[in-house]
C-alpha cells in the first residue's frame, strides 16, 4: 500500500488568493541556511526506511527562503524532557496567513475530502512556506518534522509552482505537477529532490 496519498485539489478561490499571494512580491521571506541541525541526525534509522546508510553523504543540508505560519511545539521525551522556560508547548500562529488565506483554504480543502483518513485534521503542529532555488542540485537530508516515536504525525504538500522536484518518503516518491497536494505518515523519512529550474515553493504543514 503506497505511503504518498494525493487530495483533491478543490482549486476554490480561497486557494486561488492563497497562491497568488504566495507568489507575489509581498510575499515575507526568511532565509535558512540549513534545513536540519545536523547531517547525521537521521542516520539510525535510514536502513529501516530502505536508504542505504553509505549513501549519507551525497545529501545536502540545503539552505531555503522560509516563512513560518504556525510554529512547531516542543514535542519532548516524558521521561527525559529536557525542558527549557523558553520551550513553546503549543504551537502557535506567527502570520496573519493563517487567519487571512491558509485556514479558508484548508476548510476547502477538508471539504472536498471529507470522508478520507488522510484528510482528517485534528490538530495542526506545524505550518511553513518553503522556497528552494536551482542553484542547489542533489537531494536533501531524509528527516522527519516531529520525532515520530513519541508523537505520529502526517505531513501535507501542497506544490504551488511547476518547478518539479520529487518528494521521497522512503523509497515511494512523487512527482509533483503545480497545483498536486500529498500527504504521508511519519512512518518514513522524507527528502525532496532540488529543482532543476525555477522557485519550489511548498506548503508544508504536520498534523494529527
Known amino acids: 500500500m503506497s505511503i504518498i496519498k494525493t487530495l483533491i485539489n478543490p482549486k476554490t478561490e480561497n486557494y486561488y488568493?492563497?497562491?497568488?499571494?504566495?507568489?507575489s512580491h509581498n510575499m515575507e521571506w526568511h532565509w535558512n541556511a540549513a534545513s536540519i541541525k545536523s547531517i547525521y541526525a537521521y542516520r539510525n534509522r535510514f536502513s529501516e526506511c530502505g536508504i542505504p546508510?553509505?549513501?549519507?553523504?551525497?545529501?545536502i543540508n540545503?539552505?531555503?527562503?522560509g516563512h513560518t505560519v504556525i510554529t512547531r511545539n516542543t514535542i519532548y521525551d516524558k521521561d527525559n524532557p529536557h525542558l527549557t522556560d523558553d520551550d513553546p508547548l503549543l504551537p502557535v500562529v506567527v502570520s496573519d496567513l493563517y487567519r487571512d488565506l491558509v485556514n479558508p483554504f484548508l476548510c476547502d480543502l477538508i471539504r472536498a475530502n471529507v470522508g478520507r483518513d488522510e484528510c482528517y485534521i485534528r490538530s495542526i503542529l506545524r505550518c511553513n512556506f518553503n522556497a528552494v532555488h536551482s542553484d542547489q542540485q542533489g537531494f536533501s537530508i531524509p528527516h522527519e518534522d516531529h520525532d515520530s516515536t513519541i508523537i505520529p504525525h502526517k505531513n501535507m504538500l501542497v506544490y504551488l509552482t511547476d518547478s518539479g522536484g520529487k518528494t521521497f518518503v522512503g523509497t515511494e516518491y512523487h512527482s509533483p505537477a503545480e497545483d498536486d497536494i500529498v500527504v504521508f505518515?511519519?512512518?518514513?523519512?522524507h527528502y525532496m529532490e532540488m529543482p532543476k529550474s525555477k522557485r519550489r515553493i511548498v506548503m508544508v504543514m504536520t498534523f494529527i
Not at 488568493?17 to 507568489?23: A, D, H, I, P, T
Not at 540545503?62 to 527562503?65: E, L, V
Not at 505518515?185 to 523519512?189: G, M, P, Q, R
Request: aromatic share 18%; net charge negative; glycine share 4%.
Open 17 to 23: 488568493r492563497l497562491k497568488e499571494y504566495v507568489l
Open 53 to 59: 546508510v553509505e549513501e549519507i553523504d551525497n545529501y
Open 62 to 65: 540545503a539552505g531555503f527562503y
Open 185 to 189: 505518515n511519519s512512518s518514513k523519512l
